[in-house]
């Protein structure tokens, strides 16, 4: 395309991640990379790692991510700043509360990146996905001044805590947990009494092999733990790959996964279980299965497409798995975009509860008319599968063989109380695990494991030290 002016950035926009706010006529000179995008979107969150990648290889390269209020869910519009440090955006974000910019630049679809010379004219735009590779050789080309990248400032991670906590695993033997510390690209290792006893990854964003404290992760969410291997398994769900920390050397090596999304490869792993012989994996509408002898990894349930749809394997549907487990013969799954619990048996699947896409809620009866929101996680114990029913800030519980599903902790108000079970508040819990009789949580908009028991119907959280 024939180069053209940009327009530049209006004042008056909602600004983080910078001390200042920007305009393009004050970026005279320099390399200037637009993305378009809303915290809502699923394919902007998984061009986090390209659009690292790009300003790791072209440092001088300023990206600008330009969000579009108004797409999202309202808890999203309500709280920008949680949003931005969510989204692991370390560059300036621009609220574009009124589309002004959307507008300007003609942007249809999300996501979109805008490129911009020196001179402060448009290069071209692009959509979708590989952008590090379409994108990487025109802004070598293009040179521009080397004055380093912007500083952000505005929004920091405190490090001495949960950032956004995805999941948790135990090891029932050792009385360990794993907590998949999301916001902060590590693992970390706990006791029940809330020792750190360690943490695995370096918490710098990457995709490394090598020893706990040198490997990297992206974004980490689903683990389970082999006690027999005494190996760790995790879901890195930003770098689109399985990881393994071995004990007691505590290394970790990719195992499965390429570390870019693309179409028919493994994409997004969000949760994991194992069952025999295999790791089985909830990835972007696809359930996956890799084989623990070989590593070999295949597409085992989903034809891809986002729908709610059952039948045969690979011609039933997926909206958005975030969770799995099972209970030693079927494999359920949390399909988290449907409001929906399947279950994968004898090569069929089938939904258990939820109805479509559409429809979700907050009903306790019989699971063909129950209704749940969102759910992000599951658990298995004693005949019963635990829901972490997200989006109703709930603990839930679904019989199988009953079919009855009952909130077991939760108000339903959005909150951080500890109490009695149902006076008790969450914050959008993620994932659970029950170990020595108590379940713990991933309350992950509160960063805490919060600790529930039902014996005693009482929720605490679970303090970490050490």
């Not at 300036?92 to 020196?118: K, N, S």
């Not at 956004?164 to 916001?183: C, E, N, Q, W």
């Not at 989903?302 to 013969?329: C, N, Q």
Request: overall charge neutral; hydrophobic content about 40%; glycine content about 14%.
């Amino acid at each position: 395309m024939k180069p053209t002016a940009a327009p530049d950035l209006p004042p008056g926009l909602l600004w983080f991640n910078t001390d200042r706010p920007l305009s393009l006529s004050d970026l005279a000179g320099r390399v200037v990379l637009l993305s378009f995008r809303t915290f809502a979107c699923a394919n902007c969150m998984r061009l986090v790692p390209e659009i690292r990648r790009l300003r790791k290889e072209h440092p001088a390269l300023v990206v600008i991510g330009v969000h579009a209020p108004g797409f999202e869910p309202a808890a999203v519009a309500g709280n920008f700043a949680e949003a931005v440090r969510r989204s692991g955006a370390g560059y300036p974000v621009a609220i574009d509360r009124d589309h002004r910019l959307r507008e300007a630049f003609g942007i249809r679809t999300w996501p979109t990146f805008v490129l911009i010379d020196p001179e402060g004219k448009i290069v071209g735009t692009t959509t979708g996905e590989g952008i590090a590779g379409r994108l990487g050789p025109t802004i070598g080309r293009l040179g521009g001044d080397s004055a380093g990248p912007l500083q952000a400032g505005g929004v920091s991670v405190v490090k001495g805590a949960l950032y956004y906590p995805g999941k948790v695993a135990a090891d029932h033997a050792g009385m360990r947990l794993f907590i998949s510390d999301t916001g902060h690209n590590r693992i970390v290792v706990a006791g029940t009494d809330g020792r750190i006893i360690e943490t695995i990854g370096s918490g710098e964003p990457g995709n490394a092999d090598g020893s706990s404290g040198k490997a990297a992760f992206y974004r980490p969410e689903g683990v389970a733990f082999d006690e027999a291997a005494g190996i760790l398994y995790v879901a890195d769900t930003g770098n689109h790959m399985i990881r393994a920390v071995s004990w007691p050397d505590r290394a970790v090596a990719t195992v499965a996964g390429t570390g870019l999304s693309a179409p028919g490869a493994l994409n997004a792993p969000r949760d994991i279980t194992l069952l025999g012989g295999f790791l089985y994996i909830a990835g972007a509408r696809r359930i996956w299965r890799m084989n623990l002898a070989t590593r070999e990894t295949e597409p085992y349930a989903g034809s891809g497409r986002e729908a709610l749809v059952d039948g045969p394997l690979m011609e039933a549907a997926f909206a958005g798995p975030s969770g799995i487990v099972t209970d030693g013969e079927a494999l359920y799954v949390a399909d988290r975009e449907a409001s929906a619990i399947r279950r994968i048996k004898r090569g069929m699947v089938e939904t258990r509860i939820g109805h479509s896409l559409e429809d979700f809620g907050d009903l306790d009866t019989i699971a063909g008319m129950a209704r749940i929101h969102h759910p992000a996680g599951l658990a298995y114990h004693q005949g019963l599968i635990a829901i972490a029913d997200t989006g109703n800030h709930k603990i839930k519980e679904f019989d199988p063989e009953t079919g009855w599903v009952l909130t077991r902790a939760g108000s339903g108000g959005q909150g951080d109380r500890d109490g009695l079970s149902g006076d008790a508040t969450f914050n959008e819990p993620g994932g659970l695990v029950n170990l020595g009789g108590l379940w713990y949580i991933a309350d992950t908009k509160n960063h805490v494991v919060r600790v529930y028991d039902p014996a005693g119907h009482v929720v605490s959280t679970l303090r970490l030290w050490g």
